[in-house]
């Protein structure tokens, strides 16, 4: 059995009764009652992932960026070439993206996870190799990769999640990166969603209405091919989510997917980033429902997929300043929100502590 399957096998639903102890502890805290406002609710629901009140102060965090290359660029999806993957991944390495300077402020450790680049993207101390395929078939032509690749790059992501687990993290960051990769995302969206192309598919890195055209009728090829169309399509999609995931997704989503399950079987929090981490959740949660317990939503990005997606889980974005660049960056500036709203449970006196009455 594959590192997937066992955190599969491995998944706790969270214990809701908890929810319900965190909010009458928050009630003891020196604070009018709900002021805090969503951080409560944070707080509350890191409780249940842990069973215990106050939760863990989910530090250190680590964020993994899984990069993969996409057949179906070949479509004129986006006007940016397949090689600049792995010469984003390059700059990962070197410390100069957005990621890295998020997750430096927000004291997080960051790998890169090479899960399906089309070549090879040099060395680095945080770069980690787990190349399945280099890139995927195009999905308006036939699957993106086969069940067995599909399996091999959920065994990946899980077992990222599972090394930094052990080296101490306890709180995992979902990033991503690959030239297309929104296309595969409104792809999966729209398979598990029933929603017309139209309706999921954006701008990515800012494409024209010719392109987003172009754009929304790859989306429609690859799902149609399959029948995964309207609400009957998505039952169909729900109850094969691994079909799905292989023909249409792409090797970051496997990753991203197979990475939030053994998080989630980790007992720990998993922060989604934006519309590619979104759509791999969907993967994860037709899997196995209990996942989505573990799952916070760092921000809202500004594709429409997205908030579908985040919809379809049961999450409320903790963030939304209007961001649509991927890499993990959202997810992360969430961080230090999550860490805050524990440590609020485990530090601020209680009104008998302080002495104070009425």
């Given at each position: 059995?594959?590192?997937?399957?066992?955190?599969?096998?491995?998944?706790?639903?969270?214990?809701?009764?908890?929810?319900?102890?965190?909010r009458?502890?928050?009630?003891?805290?020196?604070?009018?009652?709900?002021?805090?406002?969503?951080?409560?609710?944070?707080?509350a629901?890191?409780?249940?992932?842990?069973?215990?009140?106050?939760?863990?102060?989910?530090?250190?965090?680590?964020?993994?960026?899984?990069?993969?290359?996409?057949?179906?660029?070949?479509?004129?999806?986006?006007?940016?070439?397949?090689?600049?993957?792995?010469?984003?991944?390059?700059n990962?390495?070197?410390?100069?993206a957005?990621?890295?300077?998020?997750?430096?402020?927000?004291?997080?450790?960051?790998?890169?996870?090479?899960?399906?680049?089309?070549?090879?993207?040099?060395?680095?101390?945080?770069?980690?190799?787990?190349?399945?395929?280099?890139?995927?078939?195009?999905?308006?032509?036939g699957?993106?990769m086969?069940?067995?690749?599909?399996?091999a790059?959920?065994?990946?992501?899980a077992?990222?999640?599972?090394?930094?687990?052990?080296?101490?993290?306890?709180?995992?960051?979902?990033?991503?990166?690959?030239?297309?990769?929104?296309?595969p995302?409104?792809?999966?969206?729209?398979?598990?969603?029933?929603?017309?192309?139209?309706?999921?598919?954006?701008?990515?890195?800012?494409?024209?209405?010719?392109?987003?055209?172009?754009?929304?009728?790859?989306?429609?090829?690859?799902?149609?091919?399959?029948?995964w169309?309207?609400?009957?399509?998505?039952e169909a999609?729900?109850?094969?989510?691994?079909?799905?995931?292989?023909?249409?997704?792409?090797?970051?989503?496997?990753?991203?997917?197979?990475?939030?399950?053994?998080?989630?079987?980790?007992?720990?929090?998993?922060?989604?980033?934006?519309?590619?981490?979104?759509?791999?959740?969907?993967?994860?949660?037709a899997?196995?429902?209990?996942v989505?317990?573990?799952?916070?939503?760092?921000?809202?990005?500004?594709?429409?997929?997205?908030?579908?997606?985040?919809?379809?889980?049961?999450?409320?974005?903790?963030?939304?300043?209007?961001?649509?660049?991927?890499?993990?960056?959202?997810?992360?500036?969430?961080?230090?929100?999550?860490?805050?709203?524990?440590?609020?449970m485990?530090?601020?006196?209680?009104?008998?502590?302080?002495?104070?009455?009425?």
């Open positions: 059995m594959g590192a997937f399957l066992e955190a599969v096998g491995s998944l706790r639903p969270v214990d809701n009764r908890l929810l319900e102890a965190a009458q502890w928050h009630l003891k805290l020196t604070k009018p009652a709900g002021s805090l406002g969503v951080l409560e609710e944070i707080g629901r890191m409780c249940a992932m842990a069973a215990r009140v106050p939760p863990p102060l989910a530090e250190p965090a680590a964020v993994a960026v899984f990069a993969a290359d996409h057949g179906v660029l070949s479509q004129g999806v986006s006007p940016w070439p397949a090689e600049v993957t792995a010469q984003m991944v390059a990962f390495l070197g410390g100069g957005a990621i890295n300077v998020i997750a430096k402020a927000a004291g997080a450790d960051l790998t890169v996870v090479d899960i399906g680049i089309a070549s090879d993207p040099g060395r680095g101390e945080n770069l980690v190799s787990k190349k399945v395929r280099r890139g995927t078939a195009d999905i308006t032509q699957d993106a086969t069940p067995d690749e599909a399996m790059a959920l065994d990946a992501g077992e990222v999640a599972a090394e930094l687990l052990a080296r101490g993290a306890r709180c995992l960051v979902c990033g991503d990166m690959g030239i297309g990769n929104t296309t995302s409104a792809a999966l969206v729209a398979a598990f969603s029933g929603q017309q192309p139209e309706a999921v598919t954006g701008r990515g890195t800012g494409i024209d209405d010719d392109m987003w055209a172009v754009k929304v009728e790859a989306v429609r090829r690859a799902v149609a091919r399959h029948g169309q309207g609400p009957s399509g998505a999609a729900a109850a094969d989510p691994l079909a799905v995931l292989a023909a249409v997704g792409g090797l970051e989503h496997a990753g991203i997917a197979g990475f939030a399950m053994a998080g989630a079987a980790g007992g720990v929090p998993v922060l989604l980033d934006g519309l590619i981490s979104s759509s791999a959740a969907l993967v994860a949660a899997v196995a429902p209990a989505t317990g573990y799952l916070l939503a760092g921000h809202r990005s500004v594709e429409p997929g997205a908030s579908i997606a985040l919809s379809m889980l049961g999450l409320d974005p903790i963030l939304d300043l209007g961001m649509r660049l991927g890499e993990g960056s959202g997810a992360c500036l969430a961080l230090p929100v999550v860490q805050v709203a524990a440590r609020i485990s530090e601020m006196a209680t009104f008998d502590s302080a002495g104070i009455k009425g």
